[in-house]
């Protein structure tokens, strides 16, 4: 003991008791302390209860009339805070439990307990006081209970058996009281059954888990579900003249009910709580109703209840309320529970329960100190008895056992365990389980975890009974130790696993943890931050709905396992994605789209890449996602990959047949616009997939896109045409119109959300033919309108592409439909260098072929004309200056990668430069295109080795940037932040992997050493 705070307790009792008294006490004090459990606390309490006392003569007159009331509050001073600190809280009145021996030696039963209950309810004037006594009347039983333990005047069986006869009689008058209040303000509740006469509906309190099996903890959760006996209304108040303004359902009277009776028993108030309630177990745990009808009950448990949850209604039982009605749960949930056929899939789930157990002891460690979750613990034994009961129990009655002790002992009997293993496993479930009310009694709290420092373990082994001075705790470690060990022998054999052959903890293994409906809350959080998971408490939610459904559409056991023996995969190919949660939120909102889990399966049983593509878009698109969760359809098309690749030839032909023949299907024009809509949006997200999955380069990607507008104006075109046709005459095919693209179309670069840049060129003279009434021009005019229109309009099925015909002469002043000699015209005089760069890439793509030829002729010289080399050369550079400073847009905290320094515009207008300055002389480089254009300067020598190996990877480089970041939301985006961290994902979409530092930093400094080189390339080749 720490003399000096002894002395100062001795002194203080001294003073208190007198000296004649104190000392006449002295010897039976220091011999009950030298035999506490921490003697120090057991001194300090004793002198706090004495202290509280108004009459310490009282005091002195009890201990010395029985000599056992000192040895017994030394003991439960040395052993109990919380208790100690109840009986100072009574002070004088404390002392009247120990007056009479027979409070602390008999057992308590029901009956007794109600009794004593009553008698101090009978006080109560309100559901204040009514609370308050609850909370009192349970810890005066505490600690008779507590003292029998610590005294050794009951063995488990009667300490468990005692600590859940005090939970039930809490809970049948608090559930009475909670009745008589809501039937006073609603009526009674009454059955709504076709064709009987209305009858009272009944209210069950069920207990689960440790109560259910009358085996409570000192300080232990009770596990509650709530139910009643059929849907109804109720009478309504009797109280004043409008009795049917009170009526409400019979859920809702119950729901009401639950929620009154859980706040009464476990809301912690000034006095404290009588029980913790735990509402988890039930059907939808959290987000569950409170209560349910039996045929509520019934449905659920049919439909979709789990392996886990027939574990949990083992030890079901009603302990309050209306016993038919808790009867008849117990009867319509048997065939649920206990099949009479062997389960091949409860097995399989029953050995997937049994990993997660083994895989929490491996994170925590083989020595652990969790009496109860930890290596040979009791939560092994009592799973053990679960998982043999949910097998055989089914056809054997007598094993429906809900004690554990008990269940053992019948398991032995029936040969499903040894006697051998039978008596090992028993005899460490009593120690285990009195290591547990030993730990919990010292503060009332709920754990269950051995102190890890030498005075706290020291205390604990004394509170057990292990009083060799200096060897206490080495004693009871060992011991702890040989009953684990057993334990955890008995456990692996009948499971034929052994444990420390475990695989270590995996990415499988993680999966299997968010599987598991067991798993808490902190624990699934816990593990979406081990995988980088930005949103953590959203990942849990998405899992949630993942694996139980939305609300109201449940998971039905089929599809739960489906779901088990498909999620791993994913969870493998999100976690690896660029970002996570943006994967895991859209696949959440395509099944729940999809609908079934069977029918996602078969999808991805078909193409063994499909996992790998579906995620690929989700953690990379907003835009293509929404898409698939709007038409889940889709994901079948996007199975077919082949489709996606092949020679630009083969894929112009295919694309063109396949949508005429698609529009071919709808009844008018609305509904062809529609289709063409649909396709586009099926082929851009094939080519998307196929860009993500690296199965395309950069220069395929984007001709696959450019071929694709291509089909899409075409088609849009022919449409146009017909329809004019339609509506004014005339041969549409006789125009002589042609569509010409420019800019990233004409040089077959497109990206994600790319305009297409189109001239409507009309031929020269009586070439065009029109219908009466128009002239060639307008004619022409109406269908290049339509042909706009129909590409540009947003329908349900939203828009095929923004169209900007900006760069015909006159600007979007000059007519939408020119003649060949117009171009002409304007292109002789001089136009500004812009103008000719705009047309380098100009190529037919759809319309009359020999308007288009006619006008490439024309057009070639007037752009390819003799330049001096100096002036064009500064007239590139001012206007490189003017859209650095009026488009860049740079700033502090972001990057222009196309319109800033060094960005791809540099490398545009280097060739560009390079074409208009050698294009009139060598035909050659005019190669249209900024890929292509670059192979062809460098072999005919106007761009030397290392400036096109410089501009060739820069240039995939910062297109792949510029795809990565628009594929995101489809949208013209070229601004990227200069924070390192918030460029993560963009840098994992760009193939930068985890396995170095951070991602972000490496985006961060190959772009700017890359821009740094073209800008230094651009100076140099301009100057």
């Known amino acids: 003991m720490e003399a000096p705070a002894a002395q100062k307790n001795m002194d203080l009792l001294r003073r208190k008791l007198g000296n004649e008294s104190f000392s006449s006490l002295l010897p039976s004090l220091v011999s009950g302390l030298a035999s506490a459990a921490d003697p120090d606390m057991a001194l300090n309490n004793l002198e706090r209860f004495v202290d509280a006392m108004d009459n310490g003569a009282a005091f002195t007159t009890l201990c010395r009339t029985n000599p056992d009331t000192l040895r017994a509050l030394i003991t439960i001073c040395g052993a109990s805070r919380f208790l100690s600190t109840f009986l100072v809280s009574l002070g004088q009145e404390g002392l009247r439990f120990f007056e009479d021996p027979a409070f602390f030696s008999a057992l308590a039963d029901q009956r007794k307990l109600r009794d004593r209950l009553d008698a101090m309810l009978a006080r109560a004037e309100n559901d204040r006081q009514f609370a308050s006594f609850l909370r009192i009347f349970r810890k005066q039983e505490m600690l008779r209970i507590g003292l029998r333990d610590l005294l050794g005047k009951a063995d488990l069986q009667e300490t468990v058996g005692d600590l859940s006869a005090l939970a039930e009689v809490c809970l049948q008058r608090a559930n009475e009281r909670v009745l008589h209040d809501l039937v006073q303000k609603h009526g009674r509740p009454l059955e709504a059954l076709p064709e009987v006469a209305a009858a009272p509906a009944g209210f069950a309190v069920l207990a689960m888990g440790k109560l259910g099996g009358r085996e409570l ?153 969790d009496v109860k979750l930890g290596y040979g613990g009791i939560r092994e034994i009592e799973f053990l008895v679960q998982a043999l009961q949910l097998i055989y129990a089914g056809r054997d009655r007598a094993l429906r056992e809900k004690s554990t002790l008990k269940a053992l002992h019948r398991l032995s009997q029936k040969g499903l365990i040894s006697y051998e293993e039978h008596a090992e496993l028993s005899k460490a479930y009593v120690f285990l389980r009195n290591v547990e009310h030993r730990i919990q009694i010292l503060d009332d709290r709920q754990t269950q975890t051995m102190p890890s420092d030498e005075p706290g373990l020291r205390a604990l082994a004394r509170r057990l009974g292990y009083r060799t001075a200096g060897s206490e705790a080495e004693s009871l470690l060992r011991d702890y130790a040989d009953h684990t060990r057993k334990v955890r022998t008995v456990y692996d054999r009948l499971f034929a696993q052994e444990a420390a052959d475990a695989p270590p903890v995996s990415r499988q293994d993680d999966s299997s943890l968010l599987l598991d409906p067991q798993t808490s809350e902190t624990e699934l959080i816990a593990v979406f931050q081990k995988y980088g998971f930005q949103d953590p408490a959203r990942a849990h939610r998405n899992l949630m709905l993942l694996r139980e459904g939305r609300a109201f559409v449940h ?55 499909a996992v790998k593509s579906l995620i690929a878009i989700f953690a990379n698109s907003e835009y293509f996602s929404r898409m698939l969760v709007r038409s889940p359809a889709l994901f079948q098309d996007m199975l077919d990959t082949n489709r996606a690749q092949g020679g630009a030839a083969g894929a112009q032909a295919r694309f063109r047949t396949e949508l005429s023949s698609l529009m071919s299907q709808g009844a008018d024009a609305a509904e062809k616009l529609d289709l063409l809509r649909r396709f586009k949006l099926r082929e851009e997200i094939r080519i998307g997939m196929a860009d993500l999955l690296a199965a395309s380069s950069p220069k395929t990607f984007s001709r696959s896109l450019s071929l ?99 760069l015909r002469p006159g600007g979007s002043k000059g007519p939408l439909v020119q003649t060949i000699e117009a171009f002409r015209s304007h292109y002789s005089a001089i136009p500004g260098v812009w103008e000719r760069q705009a047309m380098l890439n100009i190529r037919t793509i759809a319309g009359d072929d020999t308007t288009a030829r006619a006008f490439c002729e024309i057009m070639q010289p007037l752009i390819f004309r003799e330049s001096e080399q100096a002036a064009l050369a500064e007239e590139i550079r001012s206007m490189r200056r003017r859209m650095e400073d009026e488009l860049g847009k740079e700033s502090e905290t972001q990057y222009n990668i196309k319109q800033g320094p060094g960005g791809l515009v540099d490398i545009e207008f280097i060739v560009q430069y390079l074409q208009l300055l050698q294009g009139r002389d060598d035909h050659a480089v005019r190669a249209q295109g900024t890929h292509n254009a670059l192979r062809t300067l460098r072999k005919q020598g106007q761009l030397v080795p290392e400036d096109h190996q410089l501009l060739s990877r820069a240039h995939v480089f910062l297109r792949t940037l510029e795809s990565r970041m628009r594929i995101v939301a489809n949208q013209a985006t070229d601004m990227m932040s200069r924070n390192a961290d918030a460029l993560r994902p963009l840098a994992r979409r760009m193939g930068y992997g985890n396995d170095q530092a951070p991602e972000g930093e490496r985006l961060l400094a190959d772009y700017e050493s890359l821009r740094r080189m073209v800008r230094e390339a651009f100076v140099r080749i301009l100057r």
């Open 217 to 369: 903890n000192f300080s232990s959760d009770i596990d509650l579900m709530y139910v009643y006996s059929a849907d109804g209304e109720t009478e309504g108040s009797s109280a004043g003249n409008v009795p049917a303004q009170s009526r409400i359902t019979t859920h809702q009277f119950f729901v009401k009910a639950a929620e009154r009776l859980t706040a009464m028993i476990g809301e912690t108030t000034e006095d404290g709580f009588v029980f913790r309630v735990d509402l988890r177990l039930r059907p939808e745990g959290r987000q569950g109703p409170l209560a349910q009808s039996l045929g509520g009950y019934e449905i659920y448990y049919e439909s979709w209840g789990q392996t886990w949850e027939r574990a949990a209604l083992l030890k079901a039982r009603p302990v309050a309320g209306d016993e038919a009605a808790g009867r008849e749960f117990l009867v319509r949930i048997t065939p649920f529970v206990f099949r009479k056929y062997l389960d091949f899939s409860a097995i399989a789930e029953i050995r997937e329960m049994k990993q997660k157990i083994n895989r929490d002891v491996q994170q925590k460690g083989r020595e652990f100190r």
């Open 708 to 806: 694709l507008a291509e089909a899409c104006v075409c088609a849009a075109l022919d449409l146009a045409s017909a329809e004019t046709t339609r509506r004014f005459g005339g041969d549409a095919g006789s125009t002589g119109l042609a569509v010409m693209a420019v800019g990233k179309l004409g040089g077959r670069e497109l990206t994600y959300a790319s305009d297409l840049d189109l001239l409507f060129v009309a031929p020269d003279g009586t070439a065009a033919v029109a219908p009466s009434g128009l002239s060639p021009i307008e004619y022409c005019s109406r269908i290049a309108e339509k042909t706009i229109s129909y590409l540009s309009t947003m329908t349900r099925e939203g828009f095929a592409y923004r169209i900007d015909t900006r």
């Open 555 to 609: 998971q039905t056991p089929r599809g739960r396992r489906v779901f088990s023996d498909t999620f791993p995969v994913l969870f493998t190919e999100i976690v690896q994605s660029p970002d996570p949660d943006m994967a895991l939120n859209h696949l959440e909102s395509f099944l729940a789209a999809q609908g079934s889990w069977d029918a996602f399966q078969s999808f991805l049983q078909q193409d063994p890449l």
